[in-house]
Protein backbone atom coordinates (compact mmCIF):
# COMPACT_ATOMS: atom_id res chain seq x y z
CA UNK A 1 0.00 0.00 0.00
CA UNK A 2 2.87 2.14 0.91
CA UNK A 3 4.58 1.96 -2.49
CA UNK A 4 1.19 2.64 -4.49
CA UNK A 5 0.67 5.62 -2.59
CA UNK A 6 4.31 6.71 -3.06
CA UNK A 7 3.70 6.09 -6.79
CA UNK A 8 1.13 8.20 -6.55
CA UNK A 9 3.23 11.10 -4.58
CA UNK A 10 5.57 10.71 -7.42
CA UNK A 11 3.25 11.16 -10.08
CA UNK A 12 1.14 14.67 -8.89
CA UNK A 13 4.71 16.04 -8.18
CA UNK A 14 6.14 15.00 -11.72
CA UNK A 15 2.47 16.16 -13.54
CA UNK A 16 2.85 19.64 -11.55
CA UNK A 17 6.53 20.15 -12.29
CA UNK A 18 5.56 19.29 -16.16
CA UNK A 19 2.45 21.78 -15.48
CA UNK A 20 4.50 24.42 -14.23
CA UNK A 21 7.40 24.28 -16.85
CA UNK A 22 4.85 24.02 -19.91
CA UNK A 23 2.92 27.82 -18.33
CA UNK A 24 6.48 29.07 -18.49
CA UNK A 25 7.13 28.02 -21.89
CA UNK A 26 3.78 29.41 -22.87
CA UNK A 27 4.62 32.53 -21.35
CA UNK A 28 8.02 33.69 -22.79
CA UNK A 29 6.79 35.29 -25.64
CA UNK A 30 5.08 37.69 -23.00
CA UNK A 31 7.52 38.41 -20.80
CA UNK A 32 9.85 38.72 -23.88
CA UNK A 33 7.51 41.29 -24.91
CA UNK A 34 7.18 43.28 -21.24
CA UNK A 35 10.44 42.71 -20.47
CA UNK A 36 11.83 43.63 -24.35
CA UNK A 37 14.48 41.44 -24.57
CA UNK A 38 14.53 38.02 -26.69
CA UNK A 39 14.29 34.80 -24.63
CA UNK A 40 13.70 32.81 -27.19
CA UNK A 41 17.74 33.42 -27.89
CA UNK A 42 18.46 31.91 -24.44
CA UNK A 43 16.72 28.16 -25.79
CA UNK A 44 13.79 28.65 -23.07
CA UNK A 45 12.47 25.07 -24.25
CA UNK A 46 15.74 23.35 -23.59
CA UNK A 47 16.05 24.85 -20.45
CA UNK A 48 12.53 23.84 -19.34
CA UNK A 49 13.40 20.42 -20.39
CA UNK A 50 16.88 20.62 -18.44
CA UNK A 51 14.83 21.60 -15.46
CA UNK A 52 12.05 18.72 -15.73
CA UNK A 53 15.09 15.87 -16.40
CA UNK A 54 16.98 17.56 -13.13
CA UNK A 55 12.88 17.61 -11.19
CA UNK A 56 12.26 14.04 -12.38
CA UNK A 57 14.23 11.52 -12.73
CA UNK A 58 11.98 9.74 -15.34
CA UNK A 59 13.63 9.45 -18.81
CA UNK A 60 9.98 8.43 -20.19
CA UNK A 61 8.82 12.30 -18.67
CA UNK A 62 11.98 13.64 -20.32
CA UNK A 63 10.89 12.56 -23.77
CA UNK A 64 6.95 13.41 -23.14
CA UNK A 65 8.29 16.77 -22.20
CA UNK A 66 10.68 16.54 -25.20
CA UNK A 67 7.88 16.16 -27.45
CA UNK A 68 5.07 18.25 -25.20
CA UNK A 69 6.87 21.78 -24.99
CA UNK A 70 7.07 22.91 -28.25
CA UNK A 71 3.51 21.50 -29.50
CA UNK A 72 1.80 22.93 -26.34
CA UNK A 73 3.52 26.47 -26.98
CA UNK A 74 2.29 25.94 -30.80
CA UNK A 75 -0.55 25.59 -29.51
CA UNK A 76 -1.01 28.36 -27.40
CA UNK A 77 1.04 30.99 -28.52
CA UNK A 78 1.09 30.11 -32.65
CA UNK A 79 5.04 29.89 -32.03
CA UNK A 80 6.79 28.01 -33.29
CA UNK A 81 5.23 27.03 -36.81
CA UNK A 82 4.14 23.67 -37.49
CA UNK A 83 7.79 22.87 -39.65
CA UNK A 84 9.62 24.13 -36.45
CA UNK A 85 8.01 22.54 -33.77
CA UNK A 86 8.91 19.42 -35.50
CA UNK A 87 12.55 20.57 -35.98
CA UNK A 88 12.54 21.63 -32.45
CA UNK A 89 11.00 18.56 -31.21
CA UNK A 90 13.84 16.33 -32.49
CA UNK A 91 16.60 18.56 -31.38
CA UNK A 92 14.72 18.18 -27.64
CA UNK A 93 14.35 14.58 -27.76
CA UNK A 94 18.07 13.83 -29.19
CA UNK A 95 19.51 15.94 -25.92
CA UNK A 96 17.48 13.23 -23.51
CA UNK A 97 18.33 10.04 -25.99
CA UNK A 98 22.39 10.98 -26.52
CA UNK A 99 22.12 12.03 -22.36
CA UNK A 100 20.57 8.99 -21.00
CA UNK A 101 23.45 6.91 -23.23
CA UNK A 102 26.37 9.13 -22.17
CA UNK A 103 25.84 9.98 -18.74
CA UNK A 104 26.14 6.09 -18.15
CA UNK A 105 29.70 6.25 -19.69
CA UNK A 106 30.74 10.32 -19.26
CA UNK A 107 30.68 12.30 -16.53
CA UNK A 108 27.32 14.38 -16.65
CA UNK A 109 28.78 17.59 -18.06
CA UNK A 110 30.36 16.45 -21.15
CA UNK A 111 27.25 13.77 -21.22
CA UNK A 112 24.61 16.73 -21.61
CA UNK A 113 26.95 19.24 -23.38
CA UNK A 114 27.80 16.51 -25.72
CA UNK A 115 23.61 15.97 -26.07
CA UNK A 116 23.11 19.56 -26.25
CA UNK A 117 25.52 20.02 -29.04
CA UNK A 118 23.78 17.14 -31.23
CA UNK A 119 20.79 17.96 -30.48
CA UNK A 120 21.53 21.20 -32.63
CA UNK A 121 22.59 19.63 -34.99
CA UNK A 122 19.80 17.43 -35.58
CA UNK A 123 17.71 21.17 -35.40
CA UNK A 124 19.42 22.74 -37.58
CA UNK A 125 20.23 19.47 -40.14
CA UNK A 126 16.11 19.66 -40.00
CA UNK A 127 15.79 23.13 -40.62
CA UNK A 128 17.76 22.63 -43.73
CA UNK A 129 15.71 20.22 -45.10
CA UNK A 130 12.55 21.16 -44.04
CA UNK A 131 12.27 25.10 -43.79
CA UNK A 132 14.80 26.07 -46.81
CA UNK A 133 15.46 28.54 -48.05
CA UNK A 134 14.38 30.32 -44.82
CA UNK A 135 17.58 31.92 -42.57
CA UNK A 136 19.55 28.53 -41.75
CA UNK A 137 21.09 30.01 -38.01
CA UNK A 138 18.48 32.99 -36.68
CA UNK A 139 20.68 32.71 -33.18
CA UNK A 140 24.21 33.51 -32.78
CA UNK A 141 26.03 30.43 -32.76
CA UNK A 142 28.77 31.84 -29.73
CA UNK A 143 25.72 32.96 -27.43
CA UNK A 144 24.14 29.23 -28.57
CA UNK A 145 27.26 27.63 -27.64
CA UNK A 146 27.73 29.65 -24.41
CA UNK A 147 23.80 29.02 -23.32
CA UNK A 148 24.59 25.36 -24.10
CA UNK A 149 27.85 25.41 -21.71
CA UNK A 150 26.26 27.09 -19.04
CA UNK A 151 23.61 25.23 -19.00
CA UNK A 152 25.47 22.04 -19.19
CA UNK A 153 27.67 23.43 -15.63
CA UNK A 154 24.44 24.49 -14.05
CA UNK A 155 22.75 21.15 -15.25
CA UNK A 156 25.74 18.85 -13.48
CA UNK A 157 26.39 21.51 -10.61
CA UNK A 158 23.07 20.80 -9.22
CA UNK A 159 22.72 16.93 -9.60
CA UNK A 160 26.25 16.49 -8.00
CA UNK A 161 24.54 19.34 -5.00
CA UNK A 162 21.70 16.86 -5.05
CA UNK A 163 24.07 13.60 -4.76
CA UNK A 164 22.52 12.23 -7.75
CA UNK A 165 26.26 11.78 -8.95
CA UNK A 166 29.40 10.75 -7.82
Same mark, same amino acid.
Given at each position: ????????? %??????????????????? =?????????PLY *??? =????????????????????????????? %??????????? *???????????????? %???????????????????????????????????????????????????? %???????? *? *??????
Amino acid at each position: MQTVLVKKE %SLIRTVLIDTVLLAFMCLV =PALSHVMALPLY *KLN =PMLLCLLAGMFLTTDRRNAFLLALLLPMV %SAWITGMPTPL *KELCMSAELVTVVSVF %SLAEKKLLVFPSILAAIVLGKGVFYLLKALLLAPAVLIDTNLWLQMAVAVGA %SALFALLL *K *KNHRIG
